[in-house]
Structure formats: C-alpha cells, structure tokens
C-alpha cells in the first residue's frame, strides 16, 4: 500500500531538499484539499477509494513508470485537479507557494472553461501535457469503477480530445522521455480502442 513514507523514499535521494520541501507541501496541500472527496472506485472491502489517491496515482506514473524526476511536473501533479475540484486549491495559492510555471501547467490541464483542449494543444508544453497524460492514464485504468454512460464519455473524449494531445506531447518531448512516453500512450491507445 502506498504512503506518504513510500512515496518520498523514492525522491529523497534524488531532489534536493529545498525542492522536496515544495513537493512535501504540494502532497499535504493536495491531500486537505481534496479531504471530503472520494472516487467512484471501491477497495477491496467496498469502501469508496478517497480522492487524493488519483493525484498521488497520477504522480507515482510520472515518477515511476516515465522516471521523470522533475520538482516542477512533480508539484503540478500532485496539485493538477485543485481548482477544478476543490475551494482551497486556488490558481493564486499555487502561483504564491509553488510559482508561476507550476501554476501554469495547473491551470492548462484544469478543465473548467469552454475550449480548453484547444488552449492546452495551443499552450501546453511537453511538461503540461505529460500532467495530463498521467491524470487521463490513471483514469482509463480505473474507468470500470465509473457509470456506463460515464464510460462511453470518457472513452470517446480519450479518443477526440486527448489523442491529438499526446500526439503533440511526443512530437514535444526530449528524446531521453520519448520511448516511456510512448508506451504510455500506446496503453491510452488499447484502453480507449478496447471498449
């Protein structure tokens, strides 16, 4: 089972510490922003799974399956659904604790305005994109948790929206990311085209 001990004895040797501080405060943030939230998913003994294990998911993809060990694309993921989801998690409290470029790439992924695919194939870099890359693998692998109608939504906004997206990200990513980015969106690929 993962925890907060876990999930910082992968960094500790590998972030300096004021950056691990940000990332520690990104990660305590996260998680009493989204406090009272669950996801629709279930453990084992049927209790709703609580909301912070997504952005923690979401960031273990980035740091454990693509090995990117970047402070910045670290925060942003942790903090990735704040404005959408919670009241605390404000664009101005990130850009005040985390910084402009953190906020940014927050801000990108944050689906609440009419057209923000097209800002975000626009504006997002392969950093912002990698955010939303790891936000929409960890939710197609726990799609099956979701309402059917849910499903077939995503699913079909996976295939629309997101394939342009990480199309993009892998024309923009550094060769050195390219091949683990790549693999991850091929699994969107065969989750998406699989239902």
């Not at 510490?17 to 996260?30: C, F, K």
């Not at 009493?32 to 993809?61: C, K, M, N, W």
């Not at 626009?122 to 979701?146: E, F, P, Q, S």
């Not at 050195?176 to 699994?187: C, D, F």
Request: one cysteine or more.
């Amino acid at each position: 089972m993962e925890n907060r001990a876990s999930f910082f004895a992968r960094l500790e040797p590998a972030i300096p510490p004021a950056a691990l501080l940000r990332i520690r405060l990104a990660y305590i943030v996260s998680k009493a922003g989204h406090r009272h939230q669950v996801r629709s998913e279930r453990d084992e003994a049927g209790v709703p799974i609580r909301y912070f294990e997504h952005p923690r998911a979401a960031t273990l993809i980035l740091i454990d399956e693509l090995e990117i060990i970047d402070p910045e694309l670290i925060c942003a993921d942790l903090l990735h659904d704040g404005p959408e989801d919670t009241h605390d998690l404000t664009p101005e409290l990130i850009e005040e604790f985390w910084g402009p470029a953190v906020a940014a790439m927050v801000m990108l992924v944050t689906n609440t305005v009419a057209g923000y695919e097209k800002r975000l194939l626009a504006y997002g870099d392969w950093k912002t994109l990698t955010v939303k890359l790891c936000d929409r693998l960890h939710n197609l692998r726990t799609i099956k948790a979701v309402s059917p109608a849910r499903r077939a939504r995503k699913l079909a906004e996976t295939r629309e929206l997101y394939y342009p997206l990480f199309e993009r990200l892998l024309e923009l990513a550094p060769p050195e990311y390219r091949p683990r980015l790549e693999a991850a969106v091929a699994e969107i690929h065969r989750i998406a085209d699989a239902a």
